[in-house]
Protein backbone atom coordinates (compact mmCIF):
# COMPACT_ATOMS: atom_id res chain seq x y z
CA UNK A 1 0.00 0.00 0.00
CA UNK A 2 1.25 3.41 -0.84
CA UNK A 3 1.79 6.01 1.78
CA UNK A 4 2.31 9.97 1.53
CA UNK A 5 3.49 11.51 4.42
CA UNK A 6 3.71 15.21 4.64
CA UNK A 7 5.72 17.29 7.02
CA UNK A 8 6.47 20.64 7.18
CA UNK A 9 3.32 22.76 8.37
CA UNK A 10 2.95 25.70 10.62
CA UNK A 11 2.82 29.15 11.91
CA UNK A 12 4.23 31.61 9.78
CA UNK A 13 3.72 35.85 9.50
CA UNK A 14 2.62 36.71 6.14
CA UNK A 15 5.44 37.27 3.77
CA UNK A 16 7.34 34.46 5.25
CA UNK A 17 8.59 30.96 4.13
CA UNK A 18 7.76 26.92 5.05
CA UNK A 19 9.11 24.28 3.08
CA UNK A 20 6.67 21.54 2.75
CA UNK A 21 7.61 17.64 2.51
CA UNK A 22 6.41 14.58 1.02
CA UNK A 23 7.68 10.98 1.85
CA UNK A 24 6.53 7.60 0.64
CA UNK A 25 9.18 5.10 1.30
CA UNK A 26 9.20 2.76 -1.55
CA UNK A 27 7.41 4.90 -3.60
CA UNK A 28 8.70 5.60 -7.38
CA UNK A 29 7.26 9.43 -7.62
CA UNK A 30 8.59 8.91 -11.37
CA UNK A 31 5.71 6.68 -12.33
CA UNK A 32 2.91 8.77 -11.17
CA UNK A 33 1.88 12.70 -11.25
CA UNK A 34 2.49 14.01 -8.01
CA UNK A 35 0.22 16.93 -7.26
CA UNK A 36 0.00 19.57 -3.60
CA UNK A 37 -3.54 20.00 -2.91
CA UNK A 38 -5.02 22.27 -0.17
CA UNK A 39 -8.37 23.10 1.02
CA UNK A 40 -9.09 25.24 3.18
CA UNK A 41 -12.56 25.29 5.94
CA UNK A 42 -15.51 25.60 3.90
CA UNK A 43 -13.85 25.88 0.54
CA UNK A 44 -13.07 23.16 -2.35
CA UNK A 45 -9.61 21.06 -2.14
CA UNK A 46 -7.70 22.88 -4.76
CA UNK A 47 -4.67 21.88 -6.88
CA UNK A 48 -1.29 24.29 -6.06
CA UNK A 49 1.46 22.76 -8.23
CA UNK A 50 1.69 19.29 -10.08
CA UNK A 51 4.52 17.63 -12.04
CA UNK A 52 3.27 16.04 -14.44
CA UNK A 53 4.17 11.53 -15.15
CA UNK A 54 6.74 10.97 -18.14
CA UNK A 55 8.21 14.51 -18.89
CA UNK A 56 7.86 16.03 -15.33
CA UNK A 57 6.31 19.03 -16.57
CA UNK A 58 4.94 21.69 -13.68
CA UNK A 59 1.65 23.41 -13.37
CA UNK A 60 1.12 25.99 -10.91
CA UNK A 61 -2.35 27.71 -9.86
CA UNK A 62 -2.27 31.25 -10.90
CA UNK A 63 -2.67 32.13 -7.31
CA UNK A 64 0.69 30.79 -6.50
CA UNK A 65 2.61 31.26 -9.60
CA UNK A 66 6.23 32.71 -8.76
CA UNK A 67 5.96 31.77 -5.31
CA UNK A 68 5.44 28.50 -4.98
CA UNK A 69 7.75 25.50 -5.92
CA UNK A 70 7.52 21.97 -6.31
CA UNK A 71 10.57 19.75 -6.82
CA UNK A 72 11.57 16.03 -6.08
CA UNK A 73 14.32 14.35 -4.84
CA UNK A 74 13.95 10.43 -6.01
CA UNK A 75 16.96 9.69 -4.27
CA UNK A 76 15.03 10.03 -0.61
CA UNK A 77 11.62 9.61 -2.25
CA UNK A 78 10.51 12.75 -1.31
CA UNK A 79 8.44 15.40 -3.07
CA UNK A 80 8.62 19.18 -1.73
CA UNK A 81 6.68 22.23 -1.63
CA UNK A 82 9.04 25.43 -1.21
CA UNK A 83 6.28 28.39 -0.22
CA UNK A 84 7.61 31.78 -0.17
CA UNK A 85 6.13 35.66 0.36
CA UNK A 86 3.31 33.91 1.94
CA UNK A 87 -0.45 35.01 2.22
CA UNK A 88 -3.40 34.93 4.87
CA UNK A 89 -5.04 33.20 1.79
CA UNK A 90 -2.69 30.97 1.70
CA UNK A 91 -3.67 29.65 5.15
CA UNK A 92 -4.98 25.87 4.86
CA UNK A 93 -4.26 22.20 4.84
CA UNK A 94 -2.09 20.94 2.76
CA UNK A 95 -2.28 17.34 0.91
CA UNK A 96 0.45 15.50 -1.34
CA UNK A 97 -1.30 13.24 -3.88
CA UNK A 98 0.02 10.72 -6.42
CA UNK A 99 -1.84 9.63 -9.34
CA UNK A 100 -1.81 7.71 -12.78
CA UNK A 101 -2.51 10.49 -15.20
CA UNK A 102 -1.63 14.10 -15.18
CA UNK A 103 -4.79 16.22 -13.97
CA UNK A 104 -4.94 19.05 -11.87
CA UNK A 105 -8.57 17.68 -10.76
CA UNK A 106 -8.31 15.82 -6.95
CA UNK A 107 -10.39 13.14 -7.87
CA UNK A 108 -8.25 12.21 -10.54
CA UNK A 109 -5.47 11.23 -7.56
CA UNK A 110 -5.61 7.91 -5.92
CA UNK A 111 -2.94 8.35 -2.73
CA UNK A 112 -3.38 10.90 -0.50
CA UNK A 113 -1.55 11.81 2.69
CA UNK A 114 -2.86 12.67 5.72
CA UNK A 115 -2.32 16.45 5.57
CA UNK A 116 -0.40 18.95 7.14
CA UNK A 117 -1.85 22.28 8.71
CA UNK A 118 -0.39 25.48 7.13
CA UNK A 119 -1.60 29.18 8.66
CA UNK A 120 -0.40 32.38 7.74
CA UNK A 121 -0.94 35.24 10.17
CA UNK A 122 -1.42 39.02 8.67
Known amino acids: EVQLVESGGGLVQAGGSLRLSCAAP????????IGWFRQAPGKEREGVPCISKGDRSTYYADSVRGRFTISSDNAKNTVYLQMNSLKPEDTASYYCAAGVVNSYYPYDYNYWGQGTQVAVSS
Open 26 to 33: GFTFDDYA
